[in-house]
Nanobody, 118 residues
Framework: QVQFVESGGGLVQPGGSLRISCTAS???????VAWYRQAPGHQHNLVAV???????NYVDSVMGRFTISRDNAQNTVYLQMNNLKPEDTAVYYC?????????????WGQGTQVTVSS
């Protein structure tokens, strides 16, 4: 089973930018991969998805601010986050979305903490 290791989080001021990444334990070139986030007291929520061919989808709250991309040669997926807002504060995770509200296919990794605060 594929496992992800997330990295790149940190503390950033509102309006700032951050790029986080997740590296898989195996090949992901034939997999749809998503970024999720979990704020304290909340469940994991889908943020962005990237398809096998590079098509992308975003939740409304990050549309135009976040960009998901992938480097299959490095088994890595990135999330470029611009114009960050305090409500973006959360632990961010990669996973393999199953669709239809079902749990994702992989186990959750340790995530990477993103804190947006002045």
């Amino acid at each position: 089973q594929v496992q992800f290791v997330e990295s790149g989080g940190g503390l950033v001021q509102p309006g700032g930018s951050l790029r986080i990444s997740c590296t898989a334990s195996g090949a992901i070139d034939r997999m749809i991969v998503a970024w999720y986030r979990q704020a304290p007291g909340h469940q994991h929520n889908l943020v962005a998805v990237i398809g096998v061919g590079g098509t992308t989808n975003y939740v409304d709250s990050v549309m135009g601010r976040f960009t998901i991309s992938r480097d299959n040669a490095q088994n890595t997926v990135y999330l470029q986050m611009n114009n960050l807002k305090p409500e973006d504060t959360a632990v961010y995770y990669c996973n393999l979305p199953s669709g239809g509200g079902a749990p994702p296919y992989a186990d959750w990794g340790q995530g990477t903490q993103v804190t947006v605060s002045s």
